[in-house]
């Protein structure tokens, strides 16, 4: 079962039915969708994709799958799930951009590091990164991951895959709720 996360300033929930809207805003903004290297996606397969987290994923646990929340607002979407690229996990973030550039993006990974680790009893986790996505490499490269080597897609897009072990993560400085639960 998916849990709640905590980082100093993030919650990760399971998403509730309530989310939807705010997830296919997100996974339909312009700069989110450039940065992921996706096309826009039909308004409605968003939506059937949504359900079947609700539907599919979470029932059977086949992942883990969250919101992301700042302050009591849905701010993005986080996932650790096995990858097809490698014998491992990968973390997937996806942030709105009112959110960027205030460290968010490294506290999120920090906090999938955390989660990896000690709840699923990973070594190292992977992230996938568009090549030209400058702004998250250069935050893989500070957080401590490392170039593993280069995915082409179909369409010639080439994808950095980049591999952390996820004892790289900080010690948990955690909030005085978290440290009282």
Not at 54 to 81: M, N, S
Not at 94 to 106: F, N, Q, V
Not at 165 to 170: D, E, G, N, Q, R
């Amino acid at each position: 079962m998916t849990p709640v996360l905590h980082t100093e300033r993030l919650e990760l929930t399971p998403y509730r039915p309530e989310d939807e809207d705010a997830f296919v805003a997100l996974l339909r903004h312009e700069e989110v969708r450039r940065w992921m290297g996706q096309d826009e996606v039909p308004e409605q397969d968003i939506r059937t994709l949504f359900r079947a987290i609700l539907t599919e994923v979470y029932p059977r646990e086949l992942f883990d799958v969250w919101g992301v929340r700042y302050q009591g607002t849905y701010i993005g979407h986080a996932e650790v799930k096995k990858t097809g690229n490698v014998d491992g996990h990968e973390l997937i973030t996806a942030l709105h951009p009112e959110y960027w550039r205030l460290g968010l993006g490294t506290e999120l990974v920090h906090g999938l590091l955390r989660h990896a680790a000690e709840g699923l009893g990973l070594k190292e986790a992977y992230g996938m990164v568009g090549a030209e996505n400058t702004p998250s490499l250069e935050m893989c490269r500070r957080l401590g991951f490392t170039y593993v080597r280069d995915v082409v897609g179909d369409d010639g897009t080439v994808t950095k895959m980049m591999v952390i072990p996820t004892s790289a993560v900080p010690a948990r400085r955690g909030t005085e709720r978290e440290r009282s639960s």
